[in-house]
């Protein structure tokens, strides 16, 4: 009876362990059924081991006597098992809230008080009782006119002339602007020194609640059209005006794995759509007009077809997930060394000709690059591309994904604005997860001609644009209705 006890007290230990198997294998089930993300037959298959598994493990714990190491090496590999539940439990819970919470529900738009460098006004109270020129475009301005109010007394004088505003800042000292953030971005590219010629007084913080319509598309099996639209912003947030500096139009066919990358340059001379004016502008202005909705039916109106999806990003995700996924290699295929610097990071870029080694910062700076280049934004637009392309093969690769997996979902959450939804990401990992295939990638871009031409935001000054050619649109619209009707 005495030598029966320690095997005895070693079973029990034993049906402890595999008990706590079976809760955890329980859990884990439910997690991953939940989230939705297994093909059926995966889920299947992983269903049928645990049980199997389980039933194993429960008939060596409980039906009859074993030696100590039996049960000593029972309770090591129920352990093992259980922590690799766990594991796969987390990985799995943390993926289904990033895909909850895939996308910024909140824009914070900054409006800026601005002042003439050399005005003696130079702090909030010296704006008491003050004239304030207000540019008015597309935005409802209620909100703004009440923040205002709670800082200032003065009175409010609405312009739907935003070149004006900034030219009558530049000459009288005593004038007061107050415009949004991509505005400023907008006149802060068309000239160098403007930055140095004013000075921002104070700032208004408007936060508003996005609302973000579901698209009717299954991304598992249907084709469909996604908008990417780079901004140029340096805040980490989501502000609904700023430059669209960066247009690239993908054409997804889930059923061939094919996908079509078109590139339109920011300079693009275009009508933008649903203003009325025989001007046109330049696209990325589009984004300071109307935010991504008003870019997105530009490029509806260009390329004659409607777009259901759209991604808008801001700077920093590019850093966050280049550095997340330890960096990408671009190939530079110029002849000569690009000195590039990147203003967030504060680091200096060396690009030499051939393979770089970058990580987000310079990764960015390539990538928005274009005075080194003969073709100025054509060449930025294919560094782009590039690096879109180089994001997508090193963050697919099984090694990032295990050893940077949280690394990558802490640098996306957040830094974008989407209307695609969890439901559409899901369907695409099922329908990727189910075959395996890999994904054939072509790109075609939009070119033309450099023109020095009036815009339709500042109709006074010629600007630089490119006016479209029209061959080069042709030939993108028949790729990308030849991806989307193909299969």
């Known amino acids: 009876m005495k030598k029966k006890q320690p095997k005895n007290i070693f079973k029990l ?69 259980i922590a690799l539940e766990i594991f796969l439990a987390v990985i799995i819970n943390n993926t289904t809230h990033f895909l909850k919470n895939i996308s910024v529900h909140y824009n914070t738009d ?37 923040k205002i109010k709670e800082k200032l007394n003065g009175s409010i004088n609405y312009s739907n002339d935003i070149a004006s505003l900034f030219n009558e800042i530049l000459i009288n000292n005593d004038y007061v602007i107050i415009v949004n953030s991509g505005n400023y971005e907008a006149m802060a590219a068309i000239d160098n020194d403007f930055e140095e010629q004013v000075k921002i007084i104070d700032n208004i913080l408007i936060t508003t609640e996005l ?31 700023s430059l669209s500096d960066v247009n690239i139009v993908l ?17 693009s001379y275009v009508y933008l759509h649903g203003i009325d004016t025989n001007l046109k502008d330049k696209l990325t202005h589009s984004g300071t007009v109307g935010g991504i909705m008003l870019s997105k039916a530009t490029i509806e109106d260009l390329l004659h077809i409607e777009i259901p999806y759209y991604l808008r990003v801001n700077f ?25 610097y990147s203003s967030i990071k504060k680091e200096k870029c060396t690009i030499t000709p051939g393979l770089n080694n970058l990580d987000g910062g310079c990764a960015l700076s390539f990538a928005r690059e274009r005075k080194s280049y003969e073709t100025g934004d054509r060449h930025r637009g294919e560094n782009q591309e590039q690096v879109i392309e180089k994001i997508i093969e090193k963050a697919s690769k099984s090694s990032t ?11 996306l959450e957040g830094t974008f604005e989407t209307n695609v939804s969890d439901t559409d990401i899901t369907n695409l990992i099922k329908m990727q997860l189910n075959d395996m295939a890999s994904w054939h990638i072509e790109t075609s871009n939009i070119t033309g001609t450099g023109a020095m031409l009036p815009t339709y935001c500042y109709p006074g000054r010629n600007l630089y644009v490119m006016n479209v050619d ?18």
């Not at 991304?219 to 989501?238: A, C, Q």
């Not at 054409?251 to 300079?267: E, S, Y």
């Open 13 to 81: 230990i034993s049906i402890i362990f595999w008990i706590a198997l079976l809760i955890t294998s329980i859990i884990s089930l439910v997690i991953i059924i939940k989230s939705n993300l297994l093909p059926l037959k995966y889920l299947i298959i992983g269903s049928v081991i645990l049980i199997v598994i389980n039933i194993i493990i429960g008939i060596i714990s409980l039906l009859k006597e074993h030696h100590k190491w039996c049960y000593i090496l029972t309770m090591i590999i129920i352990t093992l098992i």
């Open 470 to 487: 029209e061959q080069s649109v042709n030939i993108a619209v028949d790729k990308l209705n030849k991806v989307l009707n193909e299969g």
């Open 316 to 340: 920093y995700s590019v850093i966050n997930l280049v550095d997340a996924i330890g960096g990408i290699t671009v190939n530079s295929d110029v002849d000569y060394q690009l000195n590039l």
């Open 211 to 241: 609302d973000i319509k579901p698209v009717d598309v299954n991304t598992g099996k249907e084709p469909f059209v996604l908008y990417i639209s780079g901004i140029d912003t340096r805040s980490n947030y989501m502000p609904s005006r």
């Open 110 to 146: 900054t409006y800026y008080i601005l002042v003439n460098s050399n005005s003696s006004l130079n702090t909030i109270d010296d704006l008491q009782n003050h004239e304030l020129n207000v540019f008015k475009d597309l935005d409802d301005m209620s909100k703004v006119e009440e």
């Open 251 to 267: 054409a997804v066919n889930p059923q061939t794995k094919n996908i079509l990358m078109i590139h339109i340059p920011r300079d």
């Open 401 to 411: 994904i295990l050893n940077s997996y949280s690394d990558i979902l802490k640098a």
